[in-house]
């Protein structure tokens, strides 16, 4: 019984932190960071997203949740409010 109690609770734990991850920059140069950092730092509930060469930010300013895409460049490519 305590085997069972114990796997349930360390795959409860696994799938908590698998969110974890988006909130991460890694992978996410450090220029793009730096400029969304000064461009919104007021910012909260931020998470990162990275596919192939694009990176996506989703977070919260003010109550109102916003998504901004960048290239590969740093280039904003599409904001949605």
């Keep these: 019984m305590k085997k069972y109690l ?14 974890a991850n988006d909130a991460s920059t890694d992978g996410v140069p ?3 960071v730096a400029a969304f950092n000064a461009a919104y730092p007021n910012a909260t509930d ?3 997203d990275v596919e192939n ?6 977070f919260e300013v003010n109550g109102e949740e916003m998504e901004i895409n960048y290239d590969g ?3 904003i ?3 949605d409010d």
């Design 6 to 19: 114990f796997a349930s609770l360390l795959s409860l734990a696994l799938f908590a932190c698998d969110d």
């Design 30 to 32: 450090a220029s793009i």
């Design 46 to 48: 931020v998470e990162w």
């Design 53 to 58: 060469d694009s990176y996506e930010v989703e």
């Design 73 to 75: 460049n740093g280039n």
């Design 77 to 79: 490519v599409d904001i």
